[in-house]
């Protein structure tokens, strides 16, 4: 089994995550560990974004973006948003 990636979660996208309701949050949560043991899950919902060194994972009306750095293992957090407003 590899090595699984650490999470890197900047302070705009903890203050997002802090503020949603209980339920969203450990939603998220669980997503976001499951994407740390294993990036590359297919259950997963994940979609690179054109143009840009990010990536998304959607979690029901949720995005997240972040960015992976395989060589480090490290998966950097950019943002929470909802569905509207994540590619803004």
Do not use: T
């Not at 450990?26 to 990036?39: D, M, S, V, Y």
């Not at 297919?42 to 997240?64: A, C, H, M, Q, T």
Request: glycine share 4%.
């Amino acid at each position: 089994m590899c090595k699984p990636y650490s999470l890197l979660i900047r302070s705009q996208a903890k203050k997002k995550l802090q503020s949603l309701s209980r339920s969203d949050r450990f939603r998220i949560a669980e997503k976001l560990e499951q994407l740390g043991r294993n990036p590359d899950d297919s259950s997963l919902d994940i979609k690179k974004l054109e143009g840009e060194p990010y990536f998304r994972l959607r979690v029901g009306n949720w995005r997240i973006i972040f960015e992976r750095h395989d060589v480090v293992k490290i998966i950097a957090v950019e943002k929470i948003k909802p569905r509207g407003d994540a590619y803004k």
